[in-house]
């Protein structure tokens, strides 16, 4: 069964530096995508990212980008010039690609705090 | 429009009561799904519902039942609630196959 692991339960950040939130996960499958959402107090899960496993090029969305490294099954999140709103959880998930897709996995999530 | 719309919102309610929350998408999404967040914050698949296919997480009690009147709808009717059930419940929906999910805002579920 596939697994997605986020080994930083809670991190901490000071506004306008950049922190990375760390993702592991394991699957035999060679098709796959990886997500990071977040999910603000609102409580509302938002994509923040996503990448094609079979993708090599790292995705990027303004501030956030992801260091992908297939081998070594792992997907980090890097987010620059943190501002006050991206305090919130940020969940890691993978999901198998292919004709049956198989559902969202989530990672247990790391709690994001951004300092004034 | 809300792309994935559910209510109600917040439900509070007794033990052994039945309660449903009703989720709607207007995506033109092929598959629809529910999903439990625990106090820990851990989101765990309960069911999946394509064309009429339902695949059920085997941990979830069969207290708990997917009703899907349409492909736009998917509701979750909850029999003889528990303390435990307390938690957030997300529907979501995607296109089989394609990639991404749109969440529902969540429904915020206390039993007392």
């Known amino acids: 069964a596939q697994t997605v692991t986020q080994s930083q339960p809670e991190m901490s950040v000071q506004e306008a530096e950049t922190v990375t939130l760390s993702c592991t996960y394991d699957?035999?499958?060679?098709?796959?995508?990886l997500f990071w959402y977040k999910q603000p107090p609102s409580r509302q899960m938002i994509l923040v990212i996503r990448?094609?496993?079979?993708?090599?090029q790292n995705a990027t969305e303004n501030r956030f980008s992801v260091n992908f490294q297939k081998a070594a099954k792992s997907f980090s999140l890097k987010i620059s010039d943190s501002q006050l709103g991206d305090a919130a959880m940020y969940f890691c998930?993978?999901?198998?690609?292919?004709?049956?897709?198989?559902?969202?996995?989530f990672g247990k999530g790391t709690k994001l705090s951004v300092k004034p | 429009d809300t792309a994935v719309s559910q209510t109600p919102k917040y439900l509070v309610t007794q033990m052994g009561n039945d309660k449903s929350i009703k989720c709607e998408q207007n995506?033109?999404?092929?598959?629809m799904y529910w999903y439990k967040q625990d106090s820990k914050k851990f989101l765990k698949i309960m069911f999946s519902?394509?064309?009429?296919?339902?695949?059920i997480n085997e941990t979830v009690p069969n207290r708990f039942s997917p009703k899907s009147p349409d492909k736009a709808h998917l509701n979750l009717h909850i029999n003889s609630l528990e303390l435990g059930d307390s938690a957030v419940y997300f529907c979501?929906?995607?296109?089989?196959?394609?990639?991404?999910?749109?969440f529902g805002s969540g429904t915020r579920l206390t039993v007392v």
């Open positions: 990448q094609e496993a079979y993708k090599q």
């Open positions: 699957t035999s499958e060679s098709d796959y995508y």
């Open positions: 998930a993978y999901r198998r690609a292919g004709g049956s897709q198989g559902n969202l996995i």
């Open positions: 995506l033109g999404h092929d598959t």
């Open positions: 979501a929906s995607s296109q089989r196959t394609g990639w991404g999910y749109t």
């Open positions: 519902y394509n064309n009429k296919e339902l695949i």
